[in-house]
């Protein structure tokens, strides 16, 4: 079978979660299985989810497929770098990424990859910190599963580029992902993204929108910019605040078949 029609399995990892679909490709794409599994982990933190996404794929219909993995804001590290012309080759602006991650952690990357969002010449970039033992045990699992390792991506920027056609092109705005127990924001601007907020959250993440809200209208020159767009699971939409005129929810009922819209589309409905 040629790579370009090899199954794609999409996995969400988070705490005590894994989301799963496979995509059968072809000329007409369509969803082969989903799964959405949660239980006590064995071990803390991302250790024991990737030992339940290992037992996961060792169930029938899941191995021999190209494997899209989506992490947990809980476990990604982010920073805003803006653009600068005095850095020529991508490896001194992820150098300089490096450098504004240690400073805003106060801890050393290198046991950290850190990946740069695509952007053209002049824009903001948004930097990613991912566990680099993560990435290696997502790389053996995946070999040992017969699966190939096509991508790993933070749940802020999949979730972003699952939704960025129904942000505004211009302006400023926040778009916001919510999973339980974490927010993570981007702030939309006119150079790209010019600001990150990533938080652990209670059961009172409103407190949090609400903080947002705040951010929009007091970084906005118009009144009318600062709207906020927000993705939440469909367990957490009964928590909304009272008081949300300008805060929009992101629903799409019938999203398109990729690996990565379905994966996304899964997250929300069954958390």
Known sequence: MSPLWRDEVGVYLAQRRVCMVRIRRGMRPTVALQENRSEPLAAPGWQGALALLDAQLAQPGWRHARLRLVIADRWVRYVVVPWSDALTSAAERLAHARELLAGVFGAPADDWTVSLSDAPPGMHRLASAVPTALIDGTREL??????????????????????????????????????????????????????????????????????????????????????????????????????????????????????????????RSAA
Do not use: K
């Open 142 to 267: 995946a070999t040992r599963h017969g699966m190939s390792l096509a991508s790993i991506q933070p749940q802020l920027i999949a979730a972003f580029n699952t939704w960025r056609r129904f942000l505004p092109a211009g302006g400023t705005a926040w778009f916001v992902t919510v999973e339980v127990g974490s927010l993570a924001a981007l702030r939309l601007c006119d150079q790209g993204v010019d600001r990150v907020h990533a938080v652990r959250i209670g059961p009172d993440w409103g407190r949090e929108l609400r903080r947002l809200q705040t951010f929009g209208r007091l970084a906005s020159a118009n009144p009318t910019e600062g709207q906020v767009y927000v993705d939440v699971p469909a367990a957490l939409q009964g928590l909304r605040p009272a008081s949300s005129a300008d805060l929009e929810w992101l629903e799409e009922a019938n999203p398109p078949v990729t690996t990565l819209h379905q994966l996304e589309h899964l997250r």
